[in-house]
């Protein structure tokens, strides 16, 4: 998730995209960028780290003084680290076309292969420099304008964007589209504005116009119209911004952590896009293609991870040793740094961090690194020193993660981890028909997490009822027992309730002493192996008149006798549960601190990445 910025009117450009961007950093900040048109030339500026320092390199700069009309971009890197050459905007071979985007071009590799035929050269690592070049093919190829050059590269596209185009000959006008990524035009007096959210807008006019997927807008000094892919002319309505700033930031939720909740349909559609290829049945992690040969020789995974990310890795541990039949270990980072650890021959040792810059992650990862084992990261932040650190990984395109309560990216991590352990289990014994089995159930995801994310609403109302305890237990069996303890993390790190989590048969050794008049004990229960296992846990917390809420399957109707309160999920295969299943947790842990007024996404004491030890 990036953004960007497109502006032409009577005001100096540079000042506006910058102030553009400053509002745009939630979506992504490691590197940014801006091209303005002025003196017959196109002018770029770009770097990796914030705004505010690209903004301070322009700002005597006098190739930027002048000019009106322009574009910028922040970023958050999908395809090649944060550093100058990978920074939007990209230019074609001349220099000719400047582009910058928000969003993944799955089918770039091919596209790309097709430009070095024709004499394409590229810089970067990107798949938006693919994009500009393919831009400048069709324009020189005879098309008469920058649009009719746009329209046709984007029909050759697969994958999401939210683009906006200049071009050297015709510098009078700003061409944007978008397929999947968000793109309003500001509608000002005598000016426009394109941009990715109506944040970088809104301190200009609050008349937008909002495009829609496989439409493009041309704008120019003389005004804008709007066309789909196939050139046909579409009116649109000028609509009211009524959001305020902070409101358009959290997309209208009341809090970053809500909004990254109710992103994980879309941020898990982008974690398997380009990955899962359902027609032929296989699954293609691009960042493990140079240590596939080692891979295919693993004896063992040693998970390593901190907070949230530990607990994925506890999944990830069901699904390495269930799908891939490799045995596997997770340990906390922290201790593994310390305990001089052996590290056998074929261990494969895989870190698990959202920020990619945590302390003990990336200590334990140097020290299994010394003692010879194959490193491998699951990271959300491109470019971090975890991933630069590992021999390969896997990026799981989350988008920025604001709220300090990690949730968007654990189910992007459990999705990357399913996805490793088939690509692994396929190569050692798993049949065709088991593999497409998987595959068809993981692609489901996205919308069957739309579908848990509807009971928001009345978790909320069930909450208000149990925020008054200050001890809860989380229970769960096999794949759910980590979705347990992530429960209770959520719900001790942002309500400040004491809470632990179980694995339920554990209870009759002791915990269970615990459970006395309305103590709420949550229960993961999904249909599974071990779900009449499960239900005689409830029944030995009800016999000691706990209060059971439960997180069960559709059309579970048994479980509501012993229950109560149950929120449901869509039934998928136990391997992939845990991605529903934390989810009414997420909500949950997210109501009942909103119930107690804590700071959701500055929780007290709470860092977002854990630099020190
Ligand atoms: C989770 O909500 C917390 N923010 C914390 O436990 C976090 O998961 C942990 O610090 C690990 O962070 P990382 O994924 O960035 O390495």
Redesign the pocket.
């Known amino acids: 998730m990036c953004g960007i910025v497109g502006y032409i009117g009577n005001q100096r450009a540079s000042s506006v995209l910058v102030e553009g961007l400053k509002r745009l950093e939630y979506r992504g900040y490691d590197s940014a960028g801006v091209c303005v048109y002025q003196n017959g030339e196109l002018n770029i500026c770009k770097d990796s780290g914030r705004v505010m320092a690209m903004a301070e390199q322009i700002a005597d700069d006098v190739r930027f003084t002048a000019g009106t009309i322009g574009i910028a971009h922040t970023r958050w890197a999908t395809h090649g680290e944060p550093n100058q050459t990978n920074a939007h905007p990209h230019t074609d071979a001349g220099g000719r076309i400047a582009l910058v985007h928000n969003g993944i071009i799955e089918n770039y590799a091919t596209l790309k292969q097709f430009l070095e035929g024709k004499g394409h050269c590229f810089r970067s690592q990107t798949d938006t420099e693919v994009l500009v070049n393919l831009v400048s093919e069709f324009y020189n190829d005879g098309s008469n304008s920058l649009e009719e050059a746009v329209r046709p590269a984007l029909h050759e596209v697969t994958g999401t964007y939210g683009i906006a185009v200049m071009c050297l000959d015709e510098p009078e006008k700003i061409v944007a589209a978008r397929k999947g990524s968000p793109l309003i035009v500001g509608v000002g007096t005598d000016e426009y504005i394109v941009a990715s959210d109506a944040s970088a807008i809104i301190a200009h006019t609050s008349n937008v116009i909002y495009l829609n997927d496989n439409e493009l807008v041309v704008v120019t000094r003389d005004g804008m119209r709007t066309l789909t892919l196939d050139n046909v002319p579409v009116t649109k309505q000028v609509e009211q911004i009524e959001w305020s700033l902070e409101e358009i930031a959290r997309g209208g939720f009341d809090h970053f952590m809500l909004k990254e909740i109710f992103e994980q349909p879309e941020v898990v559609g982008n974690c398997l896009r380009g990955r899962l290829d359902l027609r032929d049945c296989r699954i293609q992690l691009g960042g493990l293609d140079g240590v596939r040969r080692e891979l295919v020789k693993t004896r063992k995974v040693v998970i390593s991870?901190?907070?949230?990310?530990?607990h994925a890795g506890l999944v990830g541990e069901y699904l390495f040793e269930d799908l891939a039949r490799v045995p596997t270990e997770v340990e906390y980072a922290s201790e593994f740094r310390y305990r001089n650890p052996i590290i056998e021959e074929g261990t494969v040792f895989l870190s698990?961090?959202?920020?990619?810059?945590?302390a003990d992650?990336l200590a334990a990862l140097r020290e299994a690194r010394e003692k010879g084992a194959l490193s491998l990261g699951i990271v959300?932040a491109v470019g971090s020193t975890i991933a630069r650190e590992t021999d390969g990984g896997v990026y799981i395109h989350a988008g920025p993660e604001i709220g300090?309560?990690?949730?968007k990216?654990f189910t992007c991590q459990l999705a990357v981890e399913a996805m490793m352990a088939l690509m692994l289990g396929r190569r050692r014994f798993m049949s065709q028909n088991s593999m497409n089995t998987y595959m068809e159930a993981l692609s489901r995801v996205p919308e069957q997490i739309e579908r848990t994310l509807e009971q928001s609403d009345r978790i909320r109302e069930v909450v208000a009822d149990y925020v008054g305890y200050d001890n809860w237990l989380f229970l769960g069996r096999g794949y759910q027992y980590p979705i347990a303890l992530e429960g209770a993390?959520?719900l001790k790190?942002i309500s400040y309730i004491h809470a632990e989590g179980l694995p339920a048969a554990e209870m009759k050794h002791g915990p269970i002493a615990l459970i006395h008049e309305g103590m709420p004990v949550v229960f993961i229960a999904p249909r599974c192996a071990t779900y009449e296992k499960i239900v005689s846990n409830i029944e030995e917390v009800r016999a000691r008149r706990g209060r059971v809420i439960a997180v069960a399957t559709e059309g579970d109707e048994r479980i509501t006798r012993y229950c109560d309160h149950v929120f449901y999920v869509p039934d998928t295969l136990a391997p992939l549960q845990p991605m529903l299943t934390v989810v009414p947790l997420q909500l949950l842990a997210y109501h009942a601190a909103v119930a107690r007024n804590c700071n959701v996404d500055k929780p007290r004491n709470?860092a977002?990445?854990?630099t020190v030890e």
């Open positions: 991870a901190c907070g949230t990310a530990w698990i961090s959202q920020s990619g810059e945590t992650t959300n300090v309560a990690s949730t990216a993390l959520k790190e709470l977002k990445s854990v």
